[in-house]
């Protein structure tokens, strides 16, 4: 997990052509996804009606950036974004429109004034026939297409939900390899002299670390294992399968935590998860939080968190020991009964991680001094507690993402850390 000095600030474009029943359902079910409640999330807008005063067979409102005459040549929705992240809902309407064609392919041709990357994706067969450069990217491609009757879609539906669920895994694992991506390869482009939001340079794999107990937590890692590794375009850590005979077992799972290639964990908790050393050490040392510009004076000091996700395992009336480390973690029941819960966990925690790598990116645009510590988390006092300025009592304001802290939860802070205040990223000042 490396130190990020240059990373990207996407806001999210997702377009529709008017005609499409199936566009405006699936663009709510994005929104609802990458901005998960309380102000969590990139900002996402849409992009389908004619602009205001435009003929009916009109293109929507442009994109910040996009040269277009008239009173729309530019806009400033985007605020503190540097990287556009289009998602076209191509349809045979949209196709068929030479229009939209025409706006598409601007879009993806004219990028000298503002970092953007497409993401197509194909409703049906006659969306790769839209001309290139479109045509020529890696289309999203959710299954269970085409439905029956995509004008009368119901939300019970489990033709739709399969493909609400395989959009938003592709499209997330997508966002998460692009950010990270964006992140890891910045400072070394920059120095290069090249764009460090280059969209047409190959992002990193992402790798998600599996943590658990071999006593009595293999059999649901492994399914994830064998997700991760056979259904997506992710990387899984196995300690089973990387770990080489006659190799250093402690000093691989460091290196493997501590890589800039792991950008998540998932941690299976059952009942003797919490007794096994080498469960703890890696579980503590991935939830360390890191200082990505230490040494800096003057500044405040901005913190860096990976995400968890706690797999609940335990069966019966069984008993384990309380895991501090856990924090405020999420967390999910598993179940072999639900035939899905192996990509739900999956989809889940790279979507925290593309939270996570957002967050970080937001709060380092913000302007704070060095009475100001920012975090990319919801703060908990498991966390906040290997802060040094936090254990050191020192009278500190800490600038977190999202909305202010429940009542209950600003209460229980202001008791445990008296001389911290907690202000939410969209209070603090923007640059």
Same mark, same amino acid.
């Given at each position: 997990?490396?130190?990020?000095?240059?990373?990207?600030?996407?806001?999210?474009?997702?377009?529709?052509?008017?005609?499409?029943?199936?566009?405006?359902?699936?663009?709510?079910?994005?929104?609802?996804?990458?901005?998960?409640?309380?102000?969590?999330?990139?900002?996402?807008?849409?992009?389908? @009606? #004619?602009? !205001?005063? /435009?003929?009916?067979?009109?293109? =929507?409102?442009?994109?910040?950036? *996009?040269?277009?005459?008239? +009173?729309?040549?530019?806009?400033?929705?985007?605020?503190?974004?540097?990287?556009?992240?289009?998602?076209?809902?191509?349809?045979?309407?949209?196709?068929?429109?030479?229009?939209?064609?025409?706006?598409?392919?601007?879009?993806?041709?004219?990028?000298?004034?503002?970092?953007?990357?497409?993401?197509?994706?194909?409703?049906?067969?006659?969306?790769?026939?839209?001309?290139?450069?479109?045509?020529?990217?890696?289309?999203?491609?959710?299954?269970?297409?085409? @439905? #029956?009757? !995509?004008? /009368?879609?119901?939300?019970?539906? =489990?033709?739709?939900?399969?493909? *609400?669920?395989?959009?938003? +895994?592709?499209?997330?694992?997508?966002?998460c390899r692009l950010l990270l991506g964006y992140s890891?390869?910045?400072?070394?482009?920059?120095?290069?002299?090249?764009?460090?939001?280059?969209?047409?340079?190959?992002?990193?794999?992402?790798?998600?670390?599996?943590?658990?107990?071999?006593?009595?937590?293999?059999?649901?890692?492994?399914?994830?294992?064998?997700?991760?590794?056979?259904?997506?375009?992710?990387?899984?850590?196995?300690?089973?399968?990387?770990?080489?005979?006659?190799?250093?077992?402690?000093?691989?799972?460091?290196?493997?935590?501590?890589?800039?290639?792991?950008?998540?964990?998932?941690?299976?908790?059952?009942?003797?998860?919490?007794?096994?050393?080498?469960?703890?050490?890696?579980?503590?040392?991935?939830?360390?939080?890191?200082?990505?510009?230490?040494?800096?004076?003057?500044?405040?000091?901005?913190?860096?968190?990976?995400?968890?996700?706690?797999?609940?395992?335990?069966?019966?009336?069984?008993?384990?020991?309380?895991?501090?480390?856990?924090?405020?973690?999420?967390?999910?029941?598993?179940?072999?009964?639900?035939?899905?819960?192996?990509?739900?966990?999956?989809?889940?925690?790279?979507?925290?991680?593309?939270?996570?790598?957002?967050?970080?990116?937001?709060?380092?645009?913000?302007?704070?001094?060095?009475?100001?510590?920012?975090?990319?988390?919801?703060?908990?006092?498991?966390?906040?507690?290997?802060?040094?300025?936090?254990?050191?009592?020192?009278?500190?304001?800490?600038?977190?993402?999202?909305?202010?802290?429940?009542?209950?939860?600003?209460?229980?802070?202001?008791?445990?850390?008296?001389?911290?205040?907690?202000?939410?990223?969209?209070?603090?000042?923007?640059?």
């Amino acid at each position: 997990m490396d130190k990020i000095r240059i990373v990207p600030i996407p806001v999210v474009y997702v377009l529709w052509h008017p005609r499409c029943a199936l566009g405006e359902v699936l663009a709510k079910r994005i929104l609802r996804w990458l901005r998960p409640g309380n102000g969590l999330g990139p900002q996402v807008f849409y992009r389908s @009606l #004619p602009a !205001p005063d /435009a003929p009916d067979d009109g293109l =929507p409102p442009p994109l910040p950036g *996009e040269s277009r005459p008239g +009173k729309y040549a530019e806009s400033a929705m985007a605020k503190a974004a540097n990287l556009q992240v289009v998602v076209p809902l191509i349809d045979d309407n949209m196709v068929a429109d030479p229009v939209w064609r025409h706006w598409l392919v601007a879009l993806a041709t004219n990028r000298e004034r503002v970092s953007r990357h497409i993401l197509p994706t194909a409703l049906d067969p006659t969306a790769y026939n839209m001309p290139s450069p479109v045509s020529d990217q890696n289309y999203l491609r959710p299954a269970g297409l085409p @439905l #029956p009757n !995509p004008s /009368a879609i119901a939300e019970a539906d =489990p033709g739709f939900a399969l493909v *609400e669920r395989s959009l938003l +895994k592709q499209l997330t694992e997508a966002m998460c390899r692009l950010l990270l991506g964006y992140s890891r390869r910045a400072a070394s482009e920059v120095a290069a002299g090249a764009s460090a939001l280059d969209g047409e340079a190959a992002p990193l794999k992402v790798k998600v670390f599996l943590s658990h107990a071999k006593a009595d937590g293999a059999a649901p890692a492994s399914r994830l294992r064998d997700y991760i590794n056979g259904k997506t375009q992710l990387d899984a850590f196995y300690d089973e399968n990387d770990i080489a005979f006659g190799s250093s077992f402690g000093g691989v799972i460091q290196r493997a935590v501590q890589s800039s290639e792991t950008a998540a964990m998932i941690a299976v908790r059952t009942t003797k998860y919490s007794s096994r050393p080498w469960c703890r050490r890696e579980l503590s040392m991935f939830r360390r939080p890191i200082c990505v510009n230490a040494g800096e004076s003057g500044t405040a000091q901005r913190w860096r968190l990976y995400p968890l996700l706690v797999v609940e395992a335990m069966e019966g009336m069984e008993l384990s020991a309380g895991i501090p480390e856990f924090g405020n973690s999420q967390v999910v029941r598993w179940t072999d009964q639900v035939p899905d819960i192996d990509e739900f966990i999956v989809t889940t925690v790279i979507r925290n991680a593309m939270l996570a790598s957002f967050h970080a990116a937001l709060g380092a645009s913000l302007q704070a001094g060095p009475d100001q510590i920012v975090i990319n988390w919801l703060p908990d006092a498991a966390t906040l507690l290997q802060i040094p300025a936090v254990r050191q009592q020192r009278k500190v304001e800490v600038l977190h993402p999202g909305r202010r802290l429940s009542y209950l939860e600003a209460t229980t802070m202001d008791e445990m850390f008296p001389t911290l205040t907690f202000t939410p990223f969209e209070r603090a000042p923007a640059p």
